[in-house]
């Protein structure tokens, strides 16, 4: 079980945006993390605590294929993200890097940033501790969650060398 | 039911006689890509994976163009990264400086990809193949980096959007302007997890770098990849730039498609994208007079030699604004000798533009023609995201190289006419 508060933001919210190209002379999640959001939300970075959830509208992540954006999210503290929608190619970052997403429009729509909100990954639950209203998630796909149940792609790969020898 | 070119093309490579949408599959890959941004992650995690070498050391192609040559001490560690990794695999396709280009430009330039393919690359300009009847999409650093290791990738089988291309472009109105329009009509997730699929009388009057412009820009819809029905002109390109067996998918009569659009080329208009998204399109006949202080003409979606013609074309005979930067870019090496060849070069210089070395630089705002704050920029690239050229509070306007070129001329977002009449 994931509790934190909501970070919330809009439609739309791209890479670029997430983690300007102008940092991205690292690879080092700790150094991207200073950055994170900051053409968005300059605030962010004093007000994200450890196991907070990021919100919002439809198409999140959308733009460069950098994966540098879900790392600075999660090493920001970030512990899941709830969007409308999500663009594909974060979408496909997040899972490999093992940084939970949940596609749940309603949830992503009622959430109020600051509301405390808590998320049952295996169920796909996700509570607002503010209102009390619950909302249910789609559930990942069978292959997925046995990519997130592995810890990620690399996890997934290493076990599938391993077991071809 | 049939299925789409997409669709085809991924069940050959995953083993199967017949995929379905939403189906998650397994596929073999024909090329995996990298650049010094993303090539780096890649490698890290490449090794975490415990993979000693690549699957196939001539079915990875790595490109340092985003931050080359070397902005500063950390991007040219980033290069090293990738370089050393790529001389210890022995991968043949990396191209150092010197002999690179925009990796979207190279790649088809090189002759890497071939109708049927399957490419992945970690950046998400990847979708330009597509122009050859390829399915070709962006993924990230760890889907790169597993592919490097394995030669597979997972994807989960997409829906098509067809378009239907009818009629002829008029005077002026390019690749770019076509892809804008689109945008423009179905917004910036309007393909959302979907493909879009070009087919149609119509595209016989595109050039490939027009197709490969509108391929470039379908991540720009939100879409998977973007793909155009290959005909004589693909096959001809094919045959002048690669030695390599291709097969040619068509789709199927009773293929599904979640919507199609007819599209009759000839009522496309000019058609500039104002910040800050790709969607947010405007026609001549809306657009006042809005002061710019830079032209960029280059990319991976307009740096091609027809787009450096055009350019020319316009700028010939005139000198750009005083009060504009005009920078242009050809796409790779053998477009800047070509350009040189033809006099395009000379042009641009004797009208006051520079031109650079092939790089990505100024699309993405990592140099060569960063914006300060409150400046304006029109740009033939692909992107005008808050910040995207530099300062959160610059702008960019997306447009073609006619009407580029048209306004590093008057110094206000112009249309070519208004310069050539």
């Not at chain 2, 027009?210 to 998977?224: P, Q, S």
Request: net charge negative; aromatic share 6%; charged share 25%.
């Amino acid at each position: 079980m994931i509790k934190g508060k909501a970070i919330k933001y809009g439609n739309n919210v791209d890479t670029d945006v997430i983690i300007p190209a102008r940092y991205l002379n690292t690879t080092d999640p700790k150094e991207l993390a200073v950055h994170c959001m900051e053409d968005l939300d300059p605030g962010f970075r004093n007000k994200v605590q450890s196991g907070d959830i990021m919100v919002a509208g439809t198409n999140f992540g959308c733009g460069s294929s950098r994966e540098h954006a879900p790392i600075a999210i999660k090493a920001s503290g970030i512990s899941c993200i709830i969007a409308e929608t999500f663009a594909r190619i974060f979408y496909r970052n997040a899972i490999n890097i093992g940084l939970p997403i949940l596609e749940c429009p309603e949830a992503a729509r009622d959430l109020r940033d600051g509301d405390q909100v808590a998320v049952d990954l295996t169920t796909g639950e996700i509570t607002n501790l503010t209102t009390g209203k619950t909302y249910k998630a789609a559930p990942f796909p069978q292959f997925m969650q046995e990519l997130i149940r592995a810890g990620g792609l690399v996890e997934y790969v290493k076990e599938r060398m391993g077991a071809e020898g | 039911m049939g299925m789409t070119m997409t669709q085809k093309i991924l069940a050959a490579h995953a083993g199967l006689d017949k995929v379905e949408p939403g189906q998650l599959i397994m596929a073999n890959v024909d090329l995996v890509l990298g650049n010094d941004i993303t090539a780096p992650v890649a490698i890290r995690e490449f090794k975490r994976m415990g993979a000693r070498r690549v699957f196939d050391r001539k079915k990875v192609a790595l490109v340092p163009d985003h931050f080359t040559p070397n902005k500063d001490i950390k991007s040219a560690e980033q290069c090293r990264v990738m370089r050393e990794f790529a001389r210890d695999m022995e991968i043949e396709n990396y191209f150092e400086v010197g002999q690179m280009g925009i990796e979207h430009a190279l790649i088809p330039e090189k002759g890497l990809v071939v109708p049927g393919d399957v490419v992945i690359g970690a950046d998400s300009h990847t979708c330009t193949y597509g122009a050859l009847g390829a399915f070709s999409t962006g993924v990230g650093s760890t889907d790169m980096a597993a592919a490097m290791a394995t030669g597979q990738a997972w994807f989960k089988v997409p829906e098509a959007i067809k378009f239907v291309l009818k009629g002829r472009l008029n005077k002026w109105v390019s690749g770019k302007d076509v892809i804008l329009h689109i945008i423009g009509m179905i917004g910036v997730d309007g393909a959302l997890y979907q493909s879009m699929e070009f087919t149609g009388e119509g595209i016989a009057g595109l050039s490939m770098d027009d197709r490969f412009t509108i391929a470039n820009m379908a991540i720009e819809a939100g879409a998977k990849n973007g793909i155009f029905e290959v005909d004589d002109e693909t096959l001809e390109y094919v045959k002048q730039h690669s030695t390599r067996e291709f097969k040619v998918y068509k789709a199927d009569e009773d293929a599904e498609y979640s919507k199609v659009f007819e599209i009759d080329l000839s009522s496309v208009p000019l058609t500039v994208a104002f910040p800050h998204l790709p969607s947010n399109v405007n026609t001549f006949d809306q657009i006042g007079d809005i002061p710019i202080d830079q032209v960029v003409i280059g990319s991976c979606t307009n740096g091609r030699l027809s787009d450096l013609r055009i350019a020319a074309e316009v700028l010939k005979g005139h000198k750009v604004h005083p009060r504009v930067r005009t920078i242009v870019i050809p796409a790779t090496q053998r477009i800047y000798l070509e350009a040189m060849r033809e006099g395009l070069l000379e042009i641009f210089v004797e009208a006051g533009a520079v031109v650079s070395t092939p790089t990505c630089g100024p699309c993405l705002g990592g140099h060569m023609g960063i914006l300060a704050k409150g400046e304006r920029a029109v740009a033939t690239t692909n992107r005008n995201f808050v910040g995207r050229m530099g300062h959160v509070e610059s702008e960019v306007y997306l447009a073609s190289p006619a009407v580029a070129a048209a306004s590093a001329i008057t110094g206000k977002i112009s249309s070519p006419e208004e310069v050539l009449g």
